[in-house]
């Protein structure tokens, strides 16, 4: 190993090339609005996940106005009847997009998110070309990473808002890795703080970046001839891990709980989505032919970029190697080949489509793209590719634009339904184990489309020779929140109350401040709770379970241990290695 320092490498400067940051960021939101402009004559960009992250953020906003910071259980779920989606799928997106429908019209809180999540994506790619691109490449790579053919995917085809917000920090977890591969300690808490962000994000980025992670540190230990790097970057996942533990380990935990096998059911299973897969559904392939349409499209422009990037890649040794296992090992996760590594790799098949991984590629993409153009030794021939680089951009976009699904009905529907006190679809894989929410009372096929449908009564009584839900007299509600339900009852006679909500473990029952147990409707999972005859006070709680208690535990000793590193790391070293 090379134990000489080197001091780090800066992108040559040009006398010409005064291309700032602030001029990054104008350009950027000039293309981020264009991206939107669409939704200002159209309406929303009605994709696959659209109603599932409007329903979540609604969801959450009602709960901090009643009191609930931090909310675990999605109230108007299943129509009413709730589910644990909140303690399952990562907080960052509910939040953020929670936050944004309070201060703004619903309407035009999914544009505003979409339009953050570019800007914000962009300057995190900024960030990380700079330090090796001189300005005007730095920001084509950045405007590249941005609007790449596959965020475009995401915004009209797909609404994925989780997995949008997750590749703001993509950029930025390289950019720290990278660092980390040079021998550089102090890098480890940057690392950390970004493979944090990236899981409470969305689940499956975390999982790729996770793996991309090892890819990386595989290949430092490799040109580095150390395992210095491995170190570093095993410290960094460490804490990252550590720091999210209060949403990873009771999602961990509390699976045994749900049916999270449903998904990578049917089509959502890997085997189902590699490029260019047929299908039985023709809806589906359709859709899988057009994503395998962009990825190849993404591949080919990539590849054309790592080619003309290639005669520079001295100047920039330390990340185009590791760019280029990256990419490659991204392309190839894509195809079937790589199907072992889908069914043996721990939970790498909870991605559900290979074709996410053109996440990572699509970094690759910027930064190679970025490089090549820069590389071309004649003004006219970097002109005329950039030009060309626009025209598809465009047309990908014109394209996606005009075979998408624009809906002005969405945001009012879901509005209307948590208003009248309905509620919203919910989901398989977080329905709790013995509940189907297709047997519970209400439920139709044609419920996510009907706004005119009524809402089930909170309380009913169940009449156990029959099997039926009855009305029932008597009671009286005091609460009912997403977190508690208290009422009281008032019978001549012994009666089981069913209770508009899926049993779950950690629903806590007390029938006249005494534990009990709750029973369960057959077949649905809607709580039943026994009563003798007379007056009784009934409260239902959402207690925090121990789970819940050792994650937050968790994550704050990490939050305190990355401090006090950060506080002593001169007795850590601070050496900086060019690799071998």
Not at 228 to 236: V, Y
């Amino acid at each position: 190993m090379n134990d000489t320092p080197s001091t780090q490498r800066k992108p040559a400067e040009n006398p010409k090339d005064t291309f700032s940051w602030q001029a990054a960021l104008l350009l950027l939101a000039i293309v981020a609005t264009a991206v939107v402009i669409p939704m200002f004559f159209l309406d929303n960009a009605s994709g696959h996940d659209f109603q599932f992250h409007l329903g979540s953020w609604m969801d959450a906003a009602g709960q901090w106005k009643e009191g609930v910071l931090y909310p675990r259980w999605a109230e108007w779920a299943n129509w009413g009847f709730g589910e644990p989606r909140f303690l399952f799928y990562p907080p960052a997106s509910w939040m953020f997009g929670a936050a944004l429908g309070t201060v703004l019209p619903w309407r035009v809180a999914p544009g505003a998110f979409i339009w953050l999540a570019l800007v914000a994506a962009g300057m995190s790619m900024w960030k990380l070309a700079r330090e090796w691109l001189p300005g005007r490449q730095a920001a084509a790579a950045a405007v590249l990473f941005a609007v790449n053919p596959y965020h475009l995917v995401i915004v009209y085809y797909r609404s994925d808002f989780a997995e949008l917000l997750a590749a703001v920090f993509w950029p930025l977890l390289l950019w720290a890795a990278l660092h980390a591969m040079r021998g550089e300690w102090r890098w480890a808490p940057a690392l950390a703080i970004f493979f944090c962000a990236i899981w409470l994000s969305n689940a499956p980025a975390a999982v790729i970046a996770t793996y991309s992670l090892i890819l990386l540190m595989a290949v430092a230990c490799a040109m580095r001839r150390s395992v210095q790097p491995g170190m570093i970057i095993s410290a960094g996942m460490a804490g990252g891990f550590g720091l999210a533990s209060f949403y990873i380990l009771p999602a961990a935990w509390e699976q045994r709980w749900v049916q999270i096998a449903q998904v990578v059911t049917e089509n959502l299973h890997p085997v189902q989505n590699f490029l260019f897969t047929r299908s039985i559904n023709p809806e589906f392939e359709l859709f899988n032919w057009k994503v395998s349409g962009v990825a190849m499209e993404v591949m080919l422009v990539t590849g054309l970029g790592a080619v003309f990037s290639a005669r520079r890649r001295k100047e920039y040794a330390e990340v185009w190697w590791p760019l280029l296992a990256l990419g490659a090992a991204s392309a190839l996760m894509m195809f079937r080949p790589s199907e072992a590594l889908w069914d043996n790799l721990p939970k790498l098949r909870f991605v559900q489509f290979p074709w996410r991984w053109l996440e990572p590629l699509n970094l690759v993409l910027a930064f190679f793209v970025a490089a090549g153009i820069g590389s071309l030794r004649r003004s006219a021939a970097r002109k005329l590719a950039a030009l060309l680089l626009i025209a598809a951009l465009a047309g990908t976009a014109t394209l996606l634009i005009l075979d998408g699904w624009w809906d002005s009905g969405d945001v009012p529907f879901l509005l209307h339904s948590i208003h009248a006190d309905r509620g919203y679809e919910g989901t398989n894989e977080y329905q709790p184990v013995g509940s189907d929410r297709s047997n519970l009372p209400g439920y139709t096929d044609d419920a996510d489309d009907n706004p005119e449908l009524p809402s089930t009564p909170r309380i009913e009584g169940f009449d156990s020779a029959t099997g039926k839900l009855v009305p029932v007299e008597g009671i009286r509600v005091h609460a009912w929140t997403a977190e508690q339900k208290i009422f009281t009852s008032q019978a001549s006679g012994p009666e089981t109350l069913a209770i508009r909500l899926v049993e779950y473990p950690a629903w806590t029952l007390f029938i006249d401040s005494k534990p009990a147990q709750p029973g369960t409707v057959p077949d649905s999972g809607e709580m039943l709770v026994p009563l003798p005859a007379g007056a009784h006070h009934v409260e239902l709680d959402f207690r925090r379970t121990p789970d819940r208690t050792i994650g937050a535990a968790i994550s704050g000793f990490s939050a305190i241990a990355i401090l006090v590193f950060v506080w002593a790391r001169p007795w850590f070293g601070r050496s900086r290695q060019k690799f071998v």
